[in-house]
């Protein structure tokens, strides 16, 4: 039981008496203050209980911010900063469609070769068969929810384990990979194509930059002053203090994002970062406010207890391979356009591994059930960071390797000791 | 007490292999009623729960619902006709909060987005009407201790509004309050309407809530009692088979009238 931090405090002496109307209020009643106070006591009551979300990878983020910037100047420059949203953005909506498996309590290890698969299916189909660009990247997108669908049938369906699944596909699909690629070896991305533009596409006008961030944070007001209003009917109510912090707090994380434009030398708003951000945005509402979303967190809760509720357990499962299939085909498409088209190796070495990393430095659980979309982007943007000051500083890649590695873990041990804490506090 | 009983069990037989697990058992439930079914480990009270609600269909006899005969197929069938099982397991979602729980697989949508606002105002609503009492409603439910948890998932079966709640020993783990608490519920089950049928080993509990008590002894019918002039003894007896020795099958076969409770 998980009641261990709970003090044995009577809370109703009146049993015998069923009758009479208690009013529905418990001494242990844990509901947020209004106003800005009340957020203050609700996170130091977190910190105690463990819940400690996306602290650790904001902090985190922090130290690699100020500690590469005392190395070397450049490295919140906005050409630097431009690069590491670039190349946040290919793995990072891979590692998307991983934390929907990992939601699930799963694991996909196929991600690196349905990416190749889905370079190697563009590749072939626009450049050696001359199919229209964007049917070609539509039919390499399909592929990978194929894919994906196939691992879901045999794990929902058959009871395959995923992970030796999708240990077989990772075999599987590079090996088709490489056949498909054929004796060429690599298929260079042709001038002006759509695969080109996913990561060589740069907004330079000013006001797409400006005018992205605005949008975000007026869209993002709107929805909470909706919210405060749709409340104010119940007994629900959310102070505007609380909109007004919120909202506060949102372009003091945008600002990271969008300000690679502000200096000079830098190319612009990156397109890649875009479409990662719209990813995003779409999976988190997915996760968060449909019916499908609500399904993957009670599958990965409980599988037994949503087949009880009546839920498809098995379409559930499928939809989320089928998910993370396509997600890493699309990022196949973008790492394809960064290393300038499509070869027998790519989504290749460590690319799963990286993928699988930001998920769970982002903070989304390894055991099923709690995460969060963003965790991604978290996630990606710390290795990225990484890599790309330890570049600055011209560090070898075996360092990189194995300061990943040690961030890895750190978070992993972040992950397992919180969790602890919480199960002490009651709340895991 | 209203004529036709909602829910009626007629002759039902079931079978696992070699195994007869009910043999023409009856059993009538009606509205705004309590009926404790009571029997010693593997009398079939569990598999009885489960023909009701649709996870093994039954192999002979019939089941009544409102006077018609329906058949209960699959556990869809019988969550239609309005029977909601709370299993012993309770088959809550830790991670989730208590409002997800509750609406898990009948989520309120307004424009096929989840309407968290209104879910939560009925969770608020239900929770009240029953007197339930939790810290929060959007803490996991993780959180809650084991008597929460059972009134949350008795809660969870009353959202689909319900006309027969079938309670699998709802009170077995549980500390004396929280036992207390839960009889409370089944209690204001029976003042809303509901037809509640509450398995239970416990026979201070039974004697506490129940209208009626079943018993079930080797798959087998072994007297329906009235709580209100029955004692505790008697209850034990026909579970323990202790009215079914020698004795009392001499004293059948002198005096014609058989002192067994039902059959």
């Given at each position: 039981m998980s009641d261990l931090a709970k003090t044995p405090t009577s809370t109703d002496s009146d049993t015998p008496a069923p009758a009479a109307p208690v009013p529905a209020v418990d001494p242990r009643l844990l509901v947020r203050e209004e106003g800005l106070a009340g957020y203050w006591t609700e996170f130091k009551r977190k910190m105690r209980g463990g819940e400690l979300g996306s602290l650790p990878v904001v902090i985190g983020l922090i130290v690699i911010a100020v500690v590469f910037q005392l190395k070397n100047d450049h490295f919140l420059d906005a050409s630097s900063l431009a690069n590491i949203a670039v190349f946040t953005s290919g793995l990072g909506i891979m590692a998307v469609g991983i934390v929907f498996v990992l939601l699930l309590g799963e694991i996909d290890l196929s991600v690196g070769s349905v990416a190749g698969m889905g370079a190697a299916v563009w590749a072939v189909l626009?450049?050696?068969?001359?199919?229209?660009?964007?049917?070609?990247?539509?039919?390499?997108?399909?592929?990978?929810?194929?894919?994906?669908?196939?691992?879901?049938?045999?794990?929902?369906?058959?009871?395959?384990?995923?992970?030796?699944?999708?240990?077989?596909?990772?075999?599987?699909?590079?090996?088709?990979?490489?056949?498909?690629?054929?004796?060429?070896g690599s298929i260079n991305t042709p001038e002006g194509s759509v695969v080109e533009d996913l990561t060589?596409?740069?907004?330079?006008?000013?006001?797409?930059?400006?005018?992205?961030?605005?949008?975000?944070?007026?869209?993002?007001?709107a929805s909470l002053l909706l919210d405060s209003k749709r409340r104010k009917a119940p007994r629900c109510p959310r102070a505007v203090s609380a909109i007004v912090l919120r909202t506060a707090v949102v372009p003091s994380r945008g600002r990271r994002r969008v300000r690679p434009e502000r200096a000079r030398g830098a190319r612009g708003l990156?397109?890649?970062?875009?479409?990662?951000?719209?990813?995003?945005?779409?999976?988190?509402?997915?996760?968060?406010?449909?019916?499908?979303?609500?399904?993957?967190?009670?599958?990965?809760?409980?599988?037994?207890?949503?087949?009880?509720?009546?839920?498809?357990?098995?379409?559930?499962?499928?939809?989320?391979f089928a998910i993370s299939g396509m997600l890493a085909a699309f990022g196949g498409l973008f790492i394809a356009s960064l290393s300038g088209g499509a070869t027998k190796s790519l989504g290749g070495?460590?690319?799963?591994?990286?993928?699988?990393?930001?998920?769970?430095?982002?903070?989304?659980?390894?055991?099923?059930?709690?995460?969060?979309?963003?965790?991604?982007?978290?996630?990606?943007?710390?290795?990225?960071?990484?890599?790309?000051?330890?570049?600055?500083?011209?560090?070898?890649?075996?360092?990189?390797?194995?300061?990943?590695?040690?961030?890895?873990?750190?978070?992993?041990?972040?992950?397992?000791?919180?969790?602890?804490?919480?199960?002490?506090?009651?709340?895991? | 007490m209203s004529a036709t009983p909602v829910l009626a069990l007629r002759g039902v037989s079931k079978r696992f292999g070699a195994v007869q697990a009910l043999t023409d058992v009856d059993l009538e439930i009606h509205t705004g009623e309590v009926v404790a079914l009571v029997g010693d480990?593997?009398?079939?009270?569990?598999?009885?729960?489960?023909t009701i609600s649709g996870v093994h269909p039954i192999d002979d006899g019939t089941i009544e619902w409102e006077g018609r005969p329906v058949r209960i197929g699959r556990p869809h069938d019988a969550q239609n006709l309005g029977v909601a099982t709370v299993y012993q397991d309770l088959a809550l979602c830790d991670n989730l909060d208590v409002v997800a729980n509750l609406f898990l697989g009948s989520e309120l949508k307004s424009a096929s987005v989840l309407d968290e606002i209104k879910m939560e105002k009925r969770a608020r609503e239900l929770l009240d009407t029953l007197s339930i009492r939790i810290p929060s409603v959007r803490i996991p439910v993780a959180a809650l201790s084991g008597g929460q948890r059972q009134v949350v998932a008795i809660a969870r079966a009353l959202v689909g509004d319900p006309k027969v709640v079938i309670l699998d020993e709802p009170t077995a783990a549980l500390g004396v309050e929280q036992t207390a608490q839960v009889l409370d519920l089944v209690e204001r089950l029976r003042e809303r309407?509901?037809?509640?049928?509450?398995?239970?080993?416990?026979?201070?509990?039974?004697?506490?809530?129940?209208?009626?008590?079943?018993?079930?002894?080797?798959?087998?019918?072994?007297?329906?009692?009235?709580?209100?002039?029955?004692?505790?003894?008697?209850?034990?007896?026909?579970?323990?088979?202790?009215?079914?020795?020698?004795?009392?099958?001499?004293?059948?076969?002198?005096?014609?009238?058989?002192?067994?409770?039902?059959?």
């Open positions: 626009s450049v050696t068969h001359g199919l229209n660009d964007w049917l070609a990247v539509v039919l390499a997108v399909l592929t990978g929810l194929v894919i994906g669908a196939v691992h879901g049938a045999f794990f929902a369906k058959i009871g395959v384990p995923a992970f030796v699944v999708t240990l077989a596909g990772f075999l599987g699909w590079s090996g088709l990979q490489i056949w498909l690629m054929g004796g060429e060589g596409h740069f907004f330079a006008d000013k006001a797409a930059a400006y005018g992205l961030a605005a949008v975000a944070i007026l869209a993002y007001a990156p397109l890649a970062l875009v479409l990662f951000l719209a990813v995003l945005v779409i999976a988190d509402f997915v996760a968060r406010r449909t019916t499908f979303g609500r399904q993957v967190f009670a599958v990965g809760g409980n599988a037994e207890a949503a087949r009880r509720a009546g839920i498809n357990v098995d379409r559930v499962r499928i939809t989320v070495g460590n690319t799963l591994m990286m993928v699988i990393a930001a998920a769970v430095i982002g903070g989304t659980s390894l055991f099923g059930g709690r995460g969060k979309v963003w965790s991604a982007l978290l996630g990606m943007l710390v290795i990225q960071s990484i890599q790309q000051g330890l570049n600055l500083l011209g560090m070898a890649s075996e360092i990189q390797y194995m300061i990943t590695g040690a961030v890895l873990l750190a978070a992993v041990v972040i992950d397992s000791v919180s969790r602890r804490t919480q199960k002490s506090a009651g709340r895991a | 480990n593997g009398a079939g009270k569990s598999t009885l729960v489960k309407g509901h037809g509640v049928i509450l398995i239970s080993h416990n026979m201070a509990d039974v004697k506490a809530v129940a209208d009626r008590v079943a018993v079930l002894r080797l798959g087998r019918n072994n007297g329906t009692f009235s709580v209100a002039d029955t004692t505790n003894e008697e209850i034990i007896a026909a579970i323990t088979g202790a009215t079914d020795n020698a004795v009392t099958r001499r004293k059948a076969r002198t005096a014609t009238a058989p002192k067994e409770g039902a059959k």
